[in-house]
């Protein structure tokens, strides 16, 4: 565990310095540095997929700040986007002035679906497979003693009757608590192993049989009250509550909403090597649960006209198996962050997801957002104009004085 997140002045330093204050705060190996810079190897690389042809890099960095639950946390994220580090950083210090984030998450619960067709009597049906739901679950979980003995394992069968293209079909639910897997491998197994014995309860045909990622069960939350005064005001709480608006009362801007939510998150997913777009589809699942698509935040002002923020989501994320374990650099990013479970990976990422969130609404309530962005952005089209060394800054602080970050002005300034 770190002892502080508010690490001041850390991005004026260079990468060096960066590296060796994280290696100090989080108590890294020398090996657990080099992997910073080496990453995924092209042997390895070979063994975690097909047709291997070498390996992609993602900007690493880290987001400081953030205080959860009265804990500190050094958030590594994985992203290519300018400004969303910067971003979710300068949102937690706000925050972090107001007593942090307050998270919490229910049981890590994710589900199978069996698709049963062929089905003479469905209500029939329902009622032989509930009878047997015992058996079942005995049967389930001797697949998995290791997940029983960490106390996970099937908790529950349920059976749903749906009308489709191709008529009524019936889907038995198991639901598998995971503990510290994202939960795919062993809930797969499950569903694939109760298949036979379904179709000799009801006589029918099974289909698919596979998680789904529509992880309604394994919800995380996150909670936070701004001071007007640490914001900048009553002014700046209704702009933010004015930008949420719009995002309840309409898709379009409700996309975008969600979008910079996961800015966030999926950053943080892909440094800690877990799924993306198992957690993508998830969130944006769980956004239209209502038959309307919906921001995942909430935004409202209290008595004292402070700004009250939530956030809440299916998080299917592991710290077992996978990635997570197999890369290098995600398991250096699990042990930068410190957390100890995947519950409490959960809600770190939806206190980043709201974060990343509170920054663009307020960006978009004051200044808006290009100011920042668009700072960080002029930097890679310098480069991309052939900048090196002093001359990046140099040309992109050109730019944005200009307000012409274009790649022919760069090129221009450079010749110069």
């Known amino acids: ?10 991005y ?44 992609y890099n993602q900007p690493f960095g880290v987001a400081l700040n953030f205080l959860i639950n009265g804990k500190d946390y050094i958030v590594p994220m994985a992203t290519e986007e300018p400004s969303v580090i910067a971003a979710a950083s300068n949102a937690a210090k706000i925050v972090r002035e107001c007593g942090g984030f307050s998270t919490k998450s229910t049981f890590p619960i994710m589900i199978g679906q069996i698709q049963l067709t062929a089905i003479g009597n469905h209500e029939n049906a329902r009622e032989l497979i509930l009878a047997e739901k015992n058996d079942l679950i005995r049967k389930a979980n001797e697949l998995d003693p290791v997940l029983v003995k960490f106390g996970g394992g099937l908790r529950d069968v349920k059976v749903r009757i749906l009308d489709s293209i191709i008529g009524k079909l019936l889907v038995v639910h198991l639901h598998v608590d995971v503990r510290d897997a994202m939960g795919a491998n062993a809930v797969n197994t499950m569903c694939e ?25 394994r919800l995380a939350r996150a909670k936070a009250v701004v001071s007007k005064d ?12 004015a930008c949420y608006a719009l995002a309840d009362a309409d898709v379009y801007r409700a996309a975008t909403h969600n979008k910079g939510i996961m800015n966030g998150i999926t950053a943080v997913v892909l440094a800690t090597g877990n799924d993306t777009r198992a957690v993508e589809a998830g969130a944006h699942s769980y956004a239209s649960r209502s038959g309307v698509y919906k921001p995942l ?16 989501l299916p998080v299917a994320v ?35 997801g709201l974060a990343q969130n509170l920054a663009a609404l307020k960006a978009l309530s004051t200044e808006g957002i290009q100011r920042g962005h668009m700072e960080l952005h002029a930097r890679n ?22 307000k012409a970050i274009r790649v022919d002005r760069a090129k221009e300034l450079l010749n110069k």
């Open 193 to 217: 192993a109760l298949a036979p014995r379904l179709e000799e309860i009801t006589g029918g045909k099974v289909y698919l049989r596979i998680i789904s990622n529509y992880a309604i069960e």
């Open 381 to 402: 089209i310098a480069v991309l104009a052939g900048a090196k060394g002093d001359d990046v800054s140099r040309i992109a602080f050109k730019m944005v004085e200009e």
């Open 297 to 312: 935040s909430i935004y409202r002002k209290n008595a004292d006209e402070d700004l009250e923020c939530e956030i809440e």
């Open 1 to 10: 565990m770190v002892k502080s997140s508010r690490i001041s002045g850390f």
């Open 230 to 241: 640490v914001l900048g005001g009553e002014e700046v709480v209704d702009g933010i509550i």
């Open 12 to 55: 004026k330093q260079g990468v060096k310095e960066r590296v060796g204050k994280i290696v100090e705060l989080a108590g890294l190996t020398s090996e657990d540095a080099k992997t910073l810079s080496t990453g995924l190897s092209i042997e390895q690389a070979d063994q975690m997929t097909e047709n291997v042809i070498g390996t």
């Open 318 to 352: 592991g710290l077992v198996g996978g990635a997570t374990k197999t890369h290098p650099t995600a398991r250096t990013a699990v042990k930068i962050l410190g957390v100890e479970s995947a519950s409490e990976l959960s809600e770190v990422l939806a206190a980043v």
